[in-house]
């Protein structure tokens, strides 16, 4: 059974440009005569090393998605392990993680986002009528100061 893994290693970064691609032709080989298959190979360029390891502090990244038996995989940790022009690898198993990948977005899809439902327009809305569409006139200050008791008056602007 063929599953997805990603396999990066670091090679050392004193290999020349035609080495380091025949180093990746060799490994792509064996997974492709092993019967597995060579999804991608992504030359992520040379990078600083968080941690110096076997006296280098930078190296070349090298990614491959591959999908293979588990078998061909060890062989292929192997052959990463006792090449010495790969200083540092880890393999990754892509598709389980793939498999919760679809199950959350399937649970997502099921709900219905409240930003996604049109806003409904309030139910009590009132109408105006003719006499409400009517400006009120404002009352003069003086008349409405005289009819005042005069300790409710105030005089503050």
């Known amino acids: 059974m063929n599953r997805t893994y990603e396999i990066m290693f670091i090679v050392r970064p004193d290999v020349e440009e035609a080495e380091l691609d025949k180093l990746i032709e ?17 030359k992520m360029g040379r990078r600083r090393l968080a941690y110096t390891v076997r006296k280098f502090n930078d190296g070349f990244y090298i990614l491959l998605n591959v999908a293979a038996a588990g078998s ?20 990754v198993r892509m598709d389980e993680e793939e498999k919760r990948l679809a199950k959350v977005k399937a649970i997502r899809d099921t709900k219905v986002k409240r930003s996604a439902q049109p806003i409904a327009a309030p ?8 006499e409400e569409k009517k400006p009120v006139a404002a009352a003069p200050a003086e008349h409405v100061a005289a009819d005042a008791p005069a300790e409710t008056v105030s005089t503050a602007v």
């Open 26 to 42: 060799g490994f792509s080989a064996n997974v492709t005569n092993g019967g597995g298959e060579v999804k991608s190979v992504e």
């Open 72 to 91: 061909l995989i060890t062989e292929i940790e192997r052959r990463l392990r006792v090449s010495e022009q790969v200083i540092k690898f880890i393999t």
């Open 123 to 130: 139910v009590h809305a009132a109408v105006e009528t003719e």
